[in-house]
């Protein structure tokens, strides 16, 4: 069936010249709608634009990213820690940089003594204490090092040292007057730190509990093994939070402050014993000394 007369538009297109001219018959309809498809299609437009757009930025902001990527990596590699910087070095600057370690480790040595304590094997796996050691690759020599101070943090860790309560001491080790009898002295195996009733009481070192409750006149009572034949009692407690044969890590809450057993107050009592020997606990509280 042919369209209506009324339904066919017809376009005239002149050429620059004017000499030739050609015509279209479009259906009307079409005209019509020429305003929807130009919208349509400069929606289209619009979002492609609008993507690259994000894209675009997108792109820019991981630019600047990596710069600042970039620039923290430059800044991290001119702050190298020595060791790192060593190890780019001659042989000779290792050596000295092993040795200064070395040095370090004497001194902890030294004040591990002082504290009555065993002090620790230093072997020269890279400095002068050992000729065949020295021969090493910088980054063995490093390595062993690396495991020593391991080894050494450990050991550290399993020895009792600090507070096991921040607070002021109300009574010292060695002999004083018996708090039940001013006519008598006794022997004070401990130091005493005042407190409150149910104030948090600490290990002082990594260890196992060997004991765990009532000890005649330290009442409420907690013993910890650590290494180097060392232990630690904490008596008078008003609560115990630990069991026998419990792996503790030193800082962790084992019980409360307490006055039970032969206590005339509320206070922690804390001994550090060695081979089975009360030594002055005041020793420990610090590798200044």
């Not at 089975?276 to 000394?289: C, E």
Request: with cysteine; glycine share 10%; net charge positive.
């Amino acid at each position: 069936m042919r369209p209506k007369t009324s339904d066919i538009s017809t376009v005239v297109i002149i050429n620059k010249n004017q000499q030739h001219t050609k015509s279209l018959q479009i259906k009307t309809k079409h005209l019509n709608r020429l305003k929807h498809y130009a919208w349509s299609i400069a929606a289209v437009v619009a979002v492609l634009g609008g993507l690259v757009f994000y894209l675009h930025q997108k792109s820019a902001a991981q630019e600047a990213e990596n710069q600042k990527l970039q620039a923290q990596i430059a800044k991290l590699k001119g702050t190298m820690p020595v060791v790192v910087k060593a190890q780019e070095n001659t042989q000779g600057n290792a050596q000295s940089y092993i040795q200064s370690i070395e040095v370090k480790l004497k001194t902890i040595n030294e004040y591990l003594r002082r504290r009555g304590l065993k002090g620790f094997a230093i072997k020269g796996t890279g400095g002068s204490g050992n000729n065949e050691a020295a021969k090493l690759p910088d980054t063995e020599a490093y390595s062993l090092y690396d495991d020593y101070l391991k080894h050494l943090t450990s050991t550290i860790a399993f020895t009792p040292m600090g507070y096991p309560r921040i607070s002021s001491f109300t009574s010292f080790f060695g002999y004083r007057s018996d708090p039940f009898n001013s006519e008598h002295a006794e022997f004070h195996p401990g130091i005493d730190f005042q407190g409150h009733r149910g104030d948090e009481v600490k290990c002082t070192a990594s260890g196992k509990v060997v004991f765990a409750g009532w000890a005649g006149g330290y009442g409420n009572c907690i013993r910890i093994k650590h290494i180097n034949n060392l232990e630690t009692l904490y008596g008078h407690l008003s609560k115990i939070e630990v069991k026998v044969g419990q792996e503790v890590t030193v800082g962790d809450n084992i019980g409360k402050v307490g006055s039970t057993g032969h206590s005339t107050g509320t206070h922690l009592h804390y001994e550090v014993r060695k081979n089975g020997k009360p030594v002055n606990p005041v020793n420990f509280l610090t590798l200044n000394k």
